[in-house]
T-cell receptor
Framework: AQTVTQSQPEMSVQEAETVTLSCTYD???????LFWYKQPPSRQMILVIR??????QNATENRFSVNFQKAAKSFSLKISDSQLGDAAMYFC???????????FGTGTRLQVFP | EAGVAQSPRYKIIEKRQSVAFWCNPI?????LYWYQQILGQGPKLLIQ????????DSQLPKDRFSAERLKGVDSTLKIQPAKLEDSAVYLC?????????????FGQGTRLTVV
């Protein structure tokens, strides 16, 4: 069975600085998708960035980028130029290529200080 | 396109009562997920449908929880009887199947409080 682990329950960053959130996962599948989702206090889960496991190039979306290390089964999220609106829970998620099963880690609460 | 709709937004019930949650996924999305999210934790997958068939329900407490997806569209999750530990947010999500457009879209969730 696949598992997703987020070892940082809380992180904090100052506005305009850079922060990295960690995620590791375990799977026996060779093809899969990885995601970072953001969940603000409103509870609406919003996709931040996605990575296909077959792609070696790290995904980037504006201020958000990932460091995908397939052999190490590591998938970290870097937020550059942090903004107050980035404060939220961030969840790392794994989606099976074969079954579409989507599972989540325990989350990291990100605080952004002015 | 319209998003994933869930109702109700909030529900308070006494233990041993029953409750039902409703989800209307995005049109054309064959895959539908129900998650339980206890405060401060990550979403836990309860059940996954593809069209009206169950793909995975390995973590669904089947002695008290049931779910169905009528005609492969709307879905209902029921708890009977509820326990105090069922207090959580219940999230519904939907996505297309296959290997493109893999993003899952989420509803706003139903916050259940069991007293």
């Amino acid at each position: 069975a696949q598992t997703v682990t987020q070892s940082q329950p809380e992180m904090s960053v100052q506005e305009a600085e850079t922060v990295t959130l960690s995620c590791t996962y375990d799977t026996s599948e060779s093809d899969y998708y990885l995601f970072w989702y953001k969940q603000p206090p409103s509870r609406q889960m919003i996709l931040v960035i996605r990575q296909e496991a077959y792609k070696q190039q790290n995904a980037t979306e504006n201020r958000f980028s990932v460091n995908f290390q397939k052999a190490a089964k590591s998938f970290s999220l870097k937020i550059s130029d942090s903004q107050l609106g980035d404060a939220a829970m961030y969840f790392c998620a794994y989606r099976s290529y074969n079954t579409d099963k989507l599972i989540f880690g325990t989350g990291t609460r990100l605080q952004v200080f002015p | 396109e319209a998003g994933v709709a869930q109702s109700p937004r909030y529900k308070i019930i006494e233990k041993r009562q029953s409750v039902a949650f409703w989800c209307n996924p995005i049109s054309g999305h064959a895959t539908l997920y129900w998650y339980q999210q206890i405060l401060g934790q990550g979403p836990k997958l309860l059940i996954q449908f593809q069209n009206n068939g169950v793909v995975d329900d390995s973590q669904l407490p089947k002695d008290r929880f049931s779910a169905e997806r009528l005609k492969g569209v709307d879905s209902t999750l029921k708890i009977q009887p509820a326990k105090l530990e069922d207090s959580a947010v219940y999230l519904c999500a939907s996505s297309r199947t296959g290997r493109v457009n893999t993003e899952a879209f989420f509803g706003q969730g139903t916050r259940l409080t069991v007293v």
